[in-house]
């Protein structure tokens, strides 16, 4: 994590004439646990046919997501003026937000008789089923009242935090819709001479969601809204709270927004119905 305290002290350049310094370290203090129990099956029904199955049953539980879809690996933010946050509503521990409890395929591949030895023909049908999720209520909260006052005494920085992230709900309160897709793929292949090396000309067609189903399960890079209102984003209707000695209300120190858990574009639904088509040479 980035680590911001008394210890680390202040410093200066040409831009800015002094400033709280950081490092970067290392610490026990985030913790990600991820435990999972994987099956797969196959089964073959006379010469043409062949099915199979995964499944993974998973969890991913901790205090700090670690990374997201835009940046990749993130650091974590607990010894970030550590004064001026507290563990349990800063970063609770739960299921983080790329916890997936089940994931499930379903498969099959029939071969259709061509009457030749070089071409072959084949269909294949997938069913994918996976779990939404977690969310949860999580907002910027100011760090004085509605005079001004500080609610944690400045030890001696340059420049203290004047909000801090707040967890109201259980870090893994929500959760995404589950997502279900079939998809389905047309295969022909066509050997171009005698021996191992010949030439192979191939031709797919697939056909992504072929129901067109749609479920809102897409929560990565701020597809669902989690926007939650309190006095740090909306003064005028909702009061301040000293984090430290009073527990929120909903209602009068924050609130879910009007949208909250509602996609808020396209990206956020399962892919929609999609065709897909390739040829090529293999050698």
């Given amino acids: 994590p980035v680590r911001t305290d008394p210890t680390t002290g202040q410093g ?3 831009f800015v004439n002094v400033f709280d310094l950081s490092y970067i370290e290392n610490t026990n203090l985030v913790t990600r646990r991820y435990t999972a129990l994987t099956a797969q099956g196959t089964y073959r029904v006379g010469t043409r046919v062949n099915l199979g199955a995964s499944y993974t049953l998973s969890r991913l539980r901790g205090n700090d997501d670690g990374e997201d879809t835009n ?3 993130l650091t974590a933010t607990f010894l970030y003026y550590p004064e001026y946050s507290e563990p349990s509503w800063d970063h609770p ?5 790329a916890d997936q409890r089940h994931n499930a395929r379903l498969w ?3 071969a259709i008789p061509t009457g030749s030895t070089a071409d072959q023909v084949s269909i294949s049908l997938v069913e994918q089923m996976q779990s939404g999720t977690p969310y949860g209520a999580v907002a910027e909260i100011a760090l004085s009242d509605a005079d001004g006052n500080p609610f944690v005494q400045n030890p001696g920085y340059i420049t203290p935090p004047q909000t801090t992230p707040y967890y109201f709900t259980a870090r893994d309160a929500f959760h995404t819709a589950a997502m279900y897709r079939t998809d389905l793929s047309l295969n022909y292949t066509r050997r ?3 021996g191992a090396h010949a030439l192979e000309l191939f031709g797919r067609f697939q056909v992504f969601n072929i129901f067109n189903q749609f479920q809102a399960f897409n929560i990565t890079a701020g597809q669902i809204n989690t926007t939650v209102l309190t006095a740090a984003n909306d003064p005028d209707d909702f009061q301040v709270f000293n984090p430290f000695t009073e527990t929120p209300v909903e209602g009068v120190n924050w609130e879910k927004g009007s949208k909250f858990g509602q996609p808020v574009s396209s990206t956020a639904y399962t892919l929609p119905r999609t065709f897909q088509f390739s040829v090529g040479v293999r050698f």
């Fill in 93 to 97: 521990e739960g299921d983080l937000s």
């Fill in 12 to 14: 200066s350049h040409d």
């Fill in 108 to 110: 099959g591949t029939i």
């Fill in 192 to 194: 171009m001479g005698p």
């Fill in 71 to 73: 940046s990749g690996p």
